[in-house]
């Protein structure tokens, strides 16, 4: 039986506000299970999976262990995969992450841990993998099985293809997996091609499965496992075909589904302003005409009766609607001097503001908003800044030795000491393994780089020397992908500058899909800072405009301002963007997408002006999007 009338979805669904929230829930049923076996004198047998999903699940269990005398005695786990073929011991081993994630914090007997062997002779992995099936089916099955889902669709490594009988069986790995396992591997020809993982048959024999999914880069995904068809193309649709399955997601995961995206479609609805607008977006979209064309009947044959009904006719709707998209768009993003602003996206006054522009990477201020941010320096307000990661992970080491040789043949040419040690950093990257972290020498100098590139960029873009500033948050410095939780340090940098500029605008990345998770850590900081400070006088005056990152862009009903870029500014941007040549041409982390980051950028942002254009708006060359975070 569907449990939610109001939606599309084939799976028993919860969404939280939040990823923690969520992996709160999943982890208290995962400790609920335990605690009754443990009174039955019963093991608790557990499927467990790897990847960024879970992290917030096992911090929990760790914590209720510490705090709440958990113990993991009676429980025997089950992984789900590894990489094939793959050391224990390697920085990228799934042994390795569950041990630092979660065996090592807590009072689990190792010799009921269980995960597919990456070591073993290819000869013998058919026999072992019929060993790892019997051994679940002897301990009488999976009690509970938790699961993230990739992009490709796949639960464990059943990647699209893999069929519902299927077993524990060693599989080749998808592009897109491969591309978005790049990271951790420090490139993609690193990532293995093969995996040992459990199949879609093995999971769905478990008595209890969750599906966790966070933030809008997996909304896609999650739609088509949710509202699709059961297909092997997305095999988490199989998961439709379980009785006893929670998907446990986020808003931003569950932001594509019918009953967020299309209510009106499922439900009858509260029609305000916001719903109108996006309703209106949606039809124009459907019926591929301009809105001010639509007509009563276009909103009757797509389920817009009672939109209709109730503010109609077509006509008043259509000039509300654009009117309002209309008055999103401006020239001024720091507010029009001596202009009236009632109707404006922003404030005239002050006419000269103090601005900070937060940036997680060294690259997202241009990259993102790069016209908008020389639109405010040309317009006359004091913006500054603020680098919150260094960004040293995202350099190739061969740029690292060139920069090192060009410091150590300066010193040499001046007679300096001491000389950079040009051949410890040498014989360190001859010798580099495959995701070995750096030592800090390297680090150092890879910072460096992206520092240079920032400040030629900024200073590109016209900010003084001064008010450009590098925040090096903590958390980001682990040489590795993967990163600390947001620290109180992290938040007393932020709160520091923000009290010292007394900014009137702020803009900081709202890029929630970022795949590595760092602008979501900069963006709860940024949020948090804010928050400490409101009770502050010049925060009572401080907006905060939230851009979006490389990988995602607002959705034309998000967006409150919209800023026009003409063919010479989009070009000025560009050029902006290419001062970050550590970046250029066959980056460390591609992704799965191959254009460089200004050809992203560029149709990132003509689409947007594509997209104002064909609602019937004026036709501009691109646009900067942004949405205001109100607190
Ligand atoms: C991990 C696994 C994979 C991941 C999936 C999502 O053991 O089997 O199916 O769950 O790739 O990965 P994240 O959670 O990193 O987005």
């Not at 989009?570 to 902006?576: D, E, G, N, T, V």
């Amino acid at each position: 039986m569907r449990e939610n009338l109001f939606s599309f979805e084939k799976i028993h669904t919860v969404i939280y506000e939040n990823s923690n929230e969520g992996a709160e829930y999943i982890a208290k049923t995962i400790s609920d299970l335990i605690r009754k076996k443990q009174k039955e004198g019963k093991s608790a047998i557990l499927g467990l999976a790897t990847g960024s999903s879970p992290i917030h699940v096992y911090r929990e269990l760790v914590r209720l262990h510490k705090e709440e005398s958990l113990s993991f005695k009676n429980v025997i786990t089950f992984n789900l995969d590894e990489y094939f073929p793959m050391r224990p011991d390697a920085v990228q081993s799934y042994v390795r992450f569950m041990g630092e994630n979660l065996f090592d914090h807590i009072d689990i007997d190792m010799s009921n841990v269980n995960i597919p062997d990456g070591t073993i002779d290819i000869s013998e992995v058919q026999e072992y993998c019929l060993g790892y099936e019997r051994k679940i089916d002897e301990l009488g099955g999976i009690d509970i099985q938790i699961l993230g889902i990739g992009r490709s669709g796949h639960i464990g490594f059943n990647e699209p293809g893999s069929n519902d009988r299927s077993l524990t069986r060693l599989v080749t790995l998808e592009r897109i997996t491969r591309s978005d396992a790049s990271e951790a591997f420090g490139g993609e020809q690193f990532v293995p091609r093969r995996a040992i993982t459990m199949g879609v048959d093995t999971i769905l024999r478990s008595k209890k499965i969750f599906l966790m999914a966070w933030g809008n880069g997996k909304a896609d995904v999650v739609k088509q496992m949710l509202e699709g068809p059961i297909t092997d193309s997305v095999p988490a649709s199989f998961l439709q075909n379980h009785p006893n399955t929670n998907v446990v997601i986020d808003r931003g995961a569950a932001e594509k589904l019918t009953r967020f995206n299309e209510p009106w479609l499922v439900q009858s609805c509260t029609w305000d302003d916001n719903l109108v607008k996006k309703a209106i977006v949606w039809l124009s979209r459907v019926t591929k005409k301009p809105i001010l064309k639509l007509t009563d009947q276009d909103y009757n044959e797509h389920g817009l009766n009672e939109l209709l009904t109730d503010q109609g006719p077509a006509y008043m709707i259509n000039i509300r609607v654009f009117n309002m998209l209309q008055h999103t768009i401006t020239g001024w993003p720091g507010g029009k001097p001596n202009a009236d602003d009632s109707q404006r996206p922003e404030r005239r006054n002050p006419e000269s503001k103090r601005i900070i522009i937060f940036s997680p990477h060294p690259d997202d201020d241009v990259i993102s908003m790069g016209a908008t941010f020389m639109r405010l320096i040309d317009q006359g307000h004091e913006v500054h800044v603020a680098y919150q990661v260094s960004g040293n992970i995202a350099v190739a080491d061969d740029e690292a030795l060139r920069f090192a040789e060009f410091l150590h043949d300066v010193n040499k040419y001046y007679n300096r000491e001491p000389k950079t040690d040009f051949e410890k950093i040498l014989n360190f990257i001859k010798n580099k393994k495959e995701g070995e972290v750096d030592i800090p020498e390297v680090s150092m100098i890879k910072g460096l780089i992206r520092k240079g590139e920032a400040k030629a960029a900024a200073r590109y873009c016209g900010a003084k020397p001064q008010n450009v500033h590098f925040l090096d948050l903590p958390f980001y410095e682990t040489g590795r992908v993967q990163k600390q939780p947001l620290g109180e340090e992290d938040v007393k940098i932020i709160q520091d500058l923000i009290s010292e500029v007394k900014p009137h605008q702020i803009y900081a990345a709202g890029d929630l899909a970022d795949p590595h998770g760092t602008h979501r850590v900069c963006l709860e900081g940024i949020f948090e800072a804010v928050k400490r400070l409101k009770s502050e006088e010049y925060m009572k005056d401080c907006w905060v405009w939230l851009y979006r990152g490389a990988w995602h862009e607002w959705e034309i009903p998000e967006i409150e301002m919209a800023v026009p870029i003409s063919p010479e500014e989009l070009l000025r941007k560009r050029f902006a963007i290419f001062k970050h040549q550590s970046q250029k041409d066959g980056v460390v982390f591609q992704g799965s997408d191959s254009r460089e980051f200004w050809q992203r950028a560029e149709d990132r942002n003509r689409d947007t002006a594509t997209q104002y254009d064909e609602l019937g708006l004026a036709e501009y060359e691109a646009m900067e999007a942004f949405v205001r975070w109100k607190y």
